[in-house]
């Protein structure tokens, strides 16, 4: 299915190379309408999967930004979808094999550090697993990655720096930390969240830590951009919805794009 794949977007795009490679979360699809010289919907390309969630188009767009070849999902697929992990993580193996290099894994999440507040950018420095499976389980592929991958590293330092410093040369205050993701559909307790906060976690989600393993094993080098959509469950008094997600996405999304532009510009 991976071969299948793979052909199938080649002769759709003309063997277009791209270097790097960008999956954009809820409300930050907007950098995929703004650079796309083609367009693929998932639901053409086998092994894909059409996207069911509000504010993700389900269209991989190729194009050139700031002279890097570029793919982009517009969208992405959730384990809470119902989803195999196998299949949430596809397209990254997919990119990989298109010849992505970098990976810029971007969310939408929720503010657990008390200091954070909605519409704020976070670097993700790291991560933590609790959606209780492991996107690497199964026969390993080893034209691809180790069976035992070293995860001591997930998000490229030198690119954590990068991006913090072009935030700082952009006048966009960035927060930094580590994400934590739960399967959710459903938001996450007040409960949770405390455990959240003792364990070590700044923000959480429900998605981004399955595509970073892969990208990680594979050898591509990753950032992660967390859109601080909401106070986590217990930090804010206020109940949660993804529409406030999805607001808080947009009132973001100017700066989102210019430190993306910019990243891709540097990398």
């Known amino acids: 299915m991976l071969d299948k794949a793979v052909n199938y977007i080649e002769k759709k795009t003309n063997n277009f190379k791209p270097e790097i490679g960008i999956i954009l979360g809820s409300g930050l699809g907007d950098l995929a309408d703004e650079y796309c010289d083609i367009a693929i919907s998932y639901s053409e390309i086998p092994g894909f999967e059409a996207s069911t969630v509000s504010g993700h188009k389900g269209r991989l767009v190729f194009a050139e930004i700031n002279g890097k070849k570029t793919v982009m999902m517009q969208g992405r697929f959730h384990f809470y979808e119902g989803h195999s992990i196998q299949k949430v993580v596809f397209p990254v193996k997919v990119m990989k094999r298109l010849g992505v290099k970098t990976l810029i894994v971007t969310n939408a999440a929720g503010g657990v550090n008390a200091e954070f507040k909605p519409a704020d950018l976070m670097i ?4 933590i697993n609790h959606m209780g ?10 034209s691809m990655g180790k069976r035992f991958p070293d995860m001591s590293e997930v998000y490229t330092r030198k690119y954590v720096e990068l991006a913090e410093n072009i935030g700082k040369n952009l006048g966009i205050d960035l927060q930094k930390g580590v994400y934590m993701a739960f399967t959710g559909p459903s938001y996450e307790t007040p409960a949770e969240v405390r455990m959240a906060r003792v364990i070590g976690a700044d923000a959480v989600g429900m998605s981004t830590v399955p595509e970073a393993i892969v990208a990680s094993w594979a050898g ?15 930090v804010s008094t206020v109940g949660l919805s993804h529409e406030d997600v999805i607001k808080a996405a947009n009132d973001a ?3 989102f794009k210019r430190l993306v532009k910019e990243i891709i510009k540097e990398i």
């Open 253 to 255: 999304k100017d700066k």
């Open 133 to 142: 499976v492991n996107p690497l389980i199964g026969l390993n592929d080893d």
């Open 220 to 234: 591509m080098n990753v950032i992660g951009l967390s859109c601080i959509c909401n106070s986590a469950a217990g």
């Open 124 to 127: 993700i420095t790291d991560h």
